[in-house]
């Protein structure tokens, strides 16, 4: 099969449409005929020699695909699943290639008339909103969430999940535009970060109470604006490092305010908890997809042989929403 292969960690002319060994199914997984996959921030780190996969993962980038079973491996037989079902996945890597193997536990049926470019864009937003904002920071109907990066494929899916589950949401985006297609996603209020401070604005917006829940893709530089910005009993899930590693955290601001700060990665969870997400997703989330209340937001297709095309788009940051690659 032919594969983008990172030939040396640097800038997205590194990417390469090579020939590669098939991937071979293992016990419990199955081998999809790649039609999309999705353009991830993680790819460019990874491009970069910044976040290599985990032990045993496919050493090609691709964190999602869209495609039909092809083949299944030793003891999926009984698994619910067939050779030619079309199925969206949750992918460890590999997913920018013809073929890709993924356990079962992490495969998504394609939802009814939904074209596979479409497809492509659900697993890992769906999977990461759905993990963080409601299996770890348990939002509730009725609570408020601010979501950084709202015009990001993540942001877009939050604010559309939050809203759809009765939550009153918040932004930040890089301007008016991306903050007009965050109202249009359900979005009730949104903060140009580049000319407002948002601590303020989401306790303005709040009437001085705070946001339940953040939904953080910044890290260090936003921490302290993170705590500033949450209610009594609020969480703060930090899901990205866009702006660092590290910074100080105001444990006396944490203590008085009973707050709690989660921070996870879904790349490296065991399988185990990858299948009992992707389950939870199938539950909660898929409905609303199929009911077309959340839908995915495609900026723009580009042909998975030129990837390198995708990364420049999303370095640039230009795009709303997912950048999906076709074959
Ligand atoms: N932990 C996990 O399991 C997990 C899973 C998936 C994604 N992620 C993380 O989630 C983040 C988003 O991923 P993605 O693939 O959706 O990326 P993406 O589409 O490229 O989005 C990144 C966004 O960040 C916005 N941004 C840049 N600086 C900002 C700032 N100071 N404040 C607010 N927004 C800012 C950019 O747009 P504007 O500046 O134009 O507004 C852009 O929309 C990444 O950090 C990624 O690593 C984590």
Redesign the pocket.
């Known amino acids: 099969m032919h594969a983008i292969v990172i030939k040396e960690p640097g800038g997205p002319d590194v990417l390469s449409w090579d020939r590669v060994p098939d991937p071979r199914p293992a016990p419990g997984e199955v081998r999809i005929d790649v039609a999309a996959s999705a353009?991830?921030?993680?790819?460019?780190?990874q491009r970069q020699g910044n976040y290599p996969p985990p032990k045993g993962a496919s050493e090609y980038p691709g964190?999602e695909c869209a495609g039909r079973i092809a083949e299944l491996g030793p003891g999926t037989e009984d698994s619910g699943w067939s050779v030619g079902d079309e199925v969206c996945a949750l992918l460890t890597g590999g997913g920018y290639a013809e073929q890709v193997a993924v356990p079962v536990g992490q495969l998504l049926p394609v939802p009814d008339g939904m074209a596979m470019a479409d497809a492509a864009a659900l697993p890992?937003?769906a999977?990461?909103v759905w993990?963080?904002v409601f299996m770890t920071a348990g939002l509730r109907s009725g609570e408020t969430l601010l979501v950084?990066?709202?015009?990001?494929?993540?942001?877009?899916f939050a604010i559309q999940l939050a809203h759809a589950n009765g939550a009153r949401v918040l932004t930040?985006?890089?301007?008016p535009e991306?903050l007009r297609r965050c109202a249009e996603l359900g979005a009730d209020a949104g903060i140009d970060?580049?000319t407002e401070d948002?601590a303020a604005r989401a306790k303005e917006l709040t009437g001085g109470k705070g946001v339940d829940v953040v939904l953080d893709?910044?890290?260090g530089?936003?921490l302290e604006g993170n705590v500033r910005s949450l209610a009594t009993g609020g969480r703060l899930v930090?899901?990205?490092?866009?702006?660092g590693r590290s910074a100080a955290l105001d444990l006396g601001r944490m203590l008085v305010k009973r707050l709690s700060v989660h921070?996870?990665?879904?790349?490296s969870r065991p399988v185990e908890e990858k299948a009992a997400i992707v389950a939870g997703v199938r539950e909660h989330v898929w409905p609303l997809i199929a009911r077309g209340t959340v839908r995915p937001i495609v900026d723009r297709t580009v042909p998975l042989a030129d990837a390198s095309e995708a990364h420049r788009v999303?370095?640039s940051?230009?795009?709303?929403?997912?950048?999906v690659l076709t074959r």
């Open positions: 353009v991830n921030r993680a790819d460019v780190s964190l890992e937003v999977c990461t993990s963080n950084h990066g709202g015009g990001s494929g993540i942001g877009t930040t985006a890089g301007g991306k970060y580049r948002f893709i910044m890290g530089s936003y930090v899901i990205g490092l866009m702006g921070a996870t990665t879904l790349r999303m370095e940051s230009a795009h709303i929403g997912k950048i």
